[in-house]
């Protein structure tokens, strides 16, 4: 019996969602292409009718992610402090830490800091870089707008986002390994309350925009 027209595109849809899955929870070393042709239910000789290496599958995978991740629908959204705040943590998977839900891009690449390999970290830093730029671009805008209190200096600005994704990364890396759900909740809400210090939201409107 032949194969329906769109039966090695559906092949391809059911690879990358399994690899998306299994790199999400494990990371790109501990995950093997075997592993991941028979979460798809596939055999492991199909996989190269559809990727030239394990690389070329998480790089496509990343992709998919990305453009399937809320972020995307996020940064088109209004220009507001706590939009802002919406946009950084659920972009670093913040909020989604102890969901059952799709992986953001950043929830794949958390598991690759320290990654020896080349291509997946030039994703992570092509990653990183994306998001500084969207997170200076809607600072800059919001300090116009009066909203923020920030110094209109570009660098300043800059250094701002950097901070703000430093503390992002370590307080992800962190409560990802521990195992107290409630520890884990108190070290991503004072991370997020130091984003909006940082920011220049006195404390009181902090506790109103993370409500």
């Known amino acids: 019996m032949p194969y329906a027209k769109n039966h090695k595109a559906k092949s391809k849809d059911l690879i990358i969602d399994s ?7 494990y990371g790109f070393d501990k995950v093997s292409i075997g592993q991941i ?6 055999t492991h000789g199909a996989f190269y009718a559809h ?5 070329a599958l998480y790089s496509e995978s990343f992709i998919k992610t990305l453009k399937g991740s809320r972020t995307a629908r996020l940064v088109k959204g209004p ?6 705040t919406a946009l ?3 972009y670093w998977n913040l909020g989604e830490l102890g969901k059952k839900s799709k992986p953001g891009p950043e929830t794949i ?6 990654n020896e390999n080349a291509n997946i970290n030039k994703l992570f830093e092509e990653s990183y870089l994306r998001l500084r730029k969207m997170i200076e671009i809607r600072i800059a805008a919001l300090s116009k707008l009066k909203q923020l209190h920030c ?4 660098e300043a600005i800059a250094d701002k986002s950097r901070a703000i994704l430093t503390s992002l990364v370590g307080a992800v890396v962190v409560a990802k390994s521990i195992s107290d759900k409630n520890e884990q909740r108190k070290i991503l809400e004072a991370a997020q309350k130091q984003i909006l210090n940082m920011l220049g939201v006195k404390e009181g409107e902090a506790t109103t925009i993370l409500s």
């Open 19 to 25: 690899a998306i899955d299994l790199f999400s929870r």
């Open 37 to 42: 042709m028979s979460s798809a239910k596939l």
């Open 51 to 55: 990727f030239k290496s394990k690389e």
């Open 79 to 84: 220009l507001s402090v706590k939009h802002l």
């Open 88 to 90: 950084v943590t659920n």
């Open 109 to 114: 690449l958390f598991n690759e800091i320290g």
């Open 151 to 154: 110094e209109p200096d570009r």
